[in-house]
């Protein structure tokens, strides 16, 4: 459940609008810029990153956007010419933390209209016609909306944004002041209700929950999660708080209002470091309940927002860096399994990988100078995308599945519920990995300034096209590390900053070093020194993949093609379904030490419980070479079997070899690994 029960009902009279056609129509077809491109010198790195970066724009810029929708206008600040931002597939609306987060992550920077759109879509009026951040049954961390509003300015300079984004902040956070549900807690000086987005029960230890999730599926439902507190929602109030006394200032309001709002600021993170930091675990502790009880779990978005926020003086910040835990395949929601989950039954908001989660701990690495750990975490979201046709709402954190946990449903107490597909702020998390934590864009009042972390092993990178202001920026990192050589504009030294007047076309090159040594993929390769730093491989092949035997789930997908566990008997983590219907397609890399012409033979293991042979279409680097045929195996689909097409013509250091389900093709069969031998 993504955004709590209630609006998933919601959804289901949405759905019912739509299919009588009462729902607005396909986002508009107002010519929008060029998105941007970004170029890897490194193939493996284009192949795992470039790959991921065009399909989260693609997501954001395409799938997900959807067009005005006079619903939606109860502030009357929407541009009818202009769409919104969905929250993804299966949830059409523009929620206000969807809205939020994906402004703050990507939205406000690559389509500055859409954004302002759609955090204008989350906005209506009082009956006396103040504006206010839609007060609905997810009003707990609605104040997220404040820190995306302030950035949207920093981003586009947009003034007249800016003065209907403060009135809407100050009657926002009075609001919740004085709220008697997820409201002020004089005692301890911090807000109450659910953590942030966590509207589902299975994000909660018992107390407050029970072994049964007994009350509701919902948390706001459950006593003690509406009356506790939790770490990350009191991070986005501080973050509020700053960010509306930024807007004061700016907007040059009287003084004791931005003095006002610093001296809450400071009085909230006093109470967040009295009550939430734990010595004993050198972490933020995830809860507080009413009666002074404290939960020593983590939850990786407080973490996050403490260090992005500056709540945690440097000393903190060292040893959650150094003493948070995070599951193989990224930081989990909370941590570590409740008792009444498990790593086979994983909690829905609990020890699961939602890139949400991800994306804003690689953040938060990034700005902490975790450059390695910071590339990890960016490199298991990029597979996962890649792995799994796209950016999913959640994985298992343990196999990297597809996954959408476990999490009571009606009278069902271990329901396991679904993940949906194209889900937004899974894409933006990592478009905001390449801006904020590659590229190191960070935006103020004066302009944009930069300050790259480019990890060891991935070599030199381009980004193009991309707008700022008035600019059009091609921006070129060369060297590896985070320490800048030079920096030039243009082709001539300057500030590593771009001022925010600047207008045209313009190219950014940087150089740099001090890169940290380290071997993120642990095959004995160093990464500055690895062809594939953030893939196991061998050292004969660079630090690659030994082609002989490369797992499915490792392969390339789209199409509909995922990794999956729901049988048995396959090698690895996983195998892979979904090679169902025309376009479906899984790719291989197969890394060679030459990169002269040979033919060798492809081996498939795969299984096949149809009752024919069914075929694929087999290509090397996007031309076809022949259909290949897959005889039936048995009647399970837990039995597999081995076939081998042979004279495979391949050239090039690093063919792509792929399996695709093209015109004329039968499909319909689960791949367990791909082996090339010359």
Not at 205 to 216: H, K
Not at 440 to 459: K, M, Q
Not at 511 to 533: E, F, I, K, Q, S
Request: charge should be negative; include cysteine.
């Amino acid at each position: 459940m993504k955004h709590g029960f209630p609006l998933r009902s919601g959804y289901a009279l949405l759905a019912l609008a739509a299919a009588c056609g009462t729902l607005a129509g396909a986002a508009p077809a107002t010519a929008r810029p060029a998105p941007p491109s970004i170029e890897f010198a490194n193939p493996d790195s284009q192949a795992l990153f470039g790959t991921a970066y065009a399909a989260a724009l693609q997501n954001l810029l395409q799938t997900n956007t959807i067009g005005y929708d006079a619903r939606y206008d109860r502030s009357d600040l929407l541009d009818p010419a202009t769409g919104l931002l969905r929250a993804g597939g299966g949830y059409d609306q523009p929620w206000t933390r969807d809205a939020s987060i994906n402004s703050w992550n990507a939205a406000s920077l690559l389509d500055p209209a859409l954004a302002k759109n759609t955090l204008w879509a989350v906005v209506d009026k009082d009956a006396s016609g103040a504006l206010r951040v839609q007060q609905d049954d997810q009003q707990w961390d609605q104040v997220v909306w404040v820190t995306a509003a302030w950035h949207h300015y920093l981003v586009t300079g947009d003034r007249d944004f800016l003065q209907d984004a403060y009135r809407t902040a100050t009657d926002t956070l009075t609001i919740r002041e004085h709220a008697t549900t997820a409201g002020f807690n004089a005692t301890y000086g911090l807000f109450t209700g659910a953590s942030f987005f966590n509207d589902g029960i299975a994000g909660y230890p018992a107390p407050p929950a029970d072994a049964t999730e007994s009350v509701s599926t919902g948390s706001m439902p459950w006593p003690g999660v509406a009356s506790g507190m939790y770490l990350s929602t009191n991070a986005l109030y501080y973050g509020a708080y700053v960010n509306a006394a930024n807007m004061a200032g700016k907007l040059r309001r009287p003084g004791q209002e931005a003095a006002g709002y610093r001296s809450k600021a400071a009085a909230l993170r006093t109470a967040i470091n009295q009550h939430f930091w734990n010595p004993g675990t050198g972490l933020y502790d995830y809860q507080l309940l009413a009666d002074g009880s404290r939960g020593a779990y983590q939850e990786g978005t407080g973490l996050a927002f403490a260090l992005l926020f500056g709540i945690a003086n440097p000393a903190q910040a060292r040893s959650i860096a150094g003493h948070a835990r995070e599951l193989p395949w990224g930081m989990p929601d909370t941590y570590p399994n409740w008792a009444r989950y498990s790593d086979a039954q994983p909690g829905r908001h609990n020890a699961v990988v939602w890139p949400l989660v991800q994306g804003l701990w690689a953040k938060a690495l990034a700005a902490q100078g975790e450059q390695n750990a910071f590339a990890a975490e960016t490199a298991r979201l990029a597979k996962l995308a890649g792995g799994n046709s796209g950016f999913w709402e959640i994985y298992n954190g343990t196999t990297g599945v597809v996954d959408g946990g476990w999490q009571r449903l009606g009278d069902t107490v271990k329901f396991h519920w679904g993940s949906e597909p194209d889900q937004t702020w899974s894409a933006t998390a990592f478009l905001d990995m390449i801006h904020s934590g590659l590229f190191g864009l960070t935006f103020t009042d004066r302009g944009l300034s930069f300050a790259p972390r480019l990890p060891a092993g991935w070599g030199d990178v381009t980004l193009r096209n991309l707008r700022y202001r008035g600019a059009n920026l091609t921006v070129a990192l060369h060297g590896a590390g985070t320490t800048i050589r030079s920096f030039t504009l243009d082709g001539q030294a300057a500030p590593t900053e771009v001022p925010a007047t600047l207008t045209g076309d313009h190219t950014v090159d940087v150089t740099l070093t001090g890169a940290p040594a380290g071997d993120r993929d642990g095959d004995a390769v160093p990464d500055d020194r690895d062809r594939c730093a953030d893939t196991g491989g061998t050292a004969a092949l660079g630090g690659c993949p030994d082609p002989a035997h490369l797992e499915a789930e490792d392969a390339r997908n789209s199409g509909g093609v995922k990794t999956n566990v729901n049988h048995t008997g396959y090698s690895g983590r996983a195998f892979l379904d979904g090679l169902w219907a025309q376009g479906a397609t899984s790719s291989f890399t197969v890394h060679r030490t030459t990169t002269a012409p040979e033919r060798g033979t492809i081996t498939v293991r795969y299984a096949n419980a149809n009752s024919d042979t069914r075929t694929m279409t087999l290509s090397v680097n996007g031309q076809a070479v022949r259909q290949v045929g897959f005889p039936k195996v048995a009647d399970s689909w837990d039995a597999w079997g081995t076939t081998s097409f042979a004279d495979v013509p391949l050239s090039g250091r690093d063919p792509v070899v792929t399996l695709s389900y093209a015109p004329g093709d039968t499909g319909s069969i689960n791949l367990d690994w791909l082996g090339y031998r010359s």
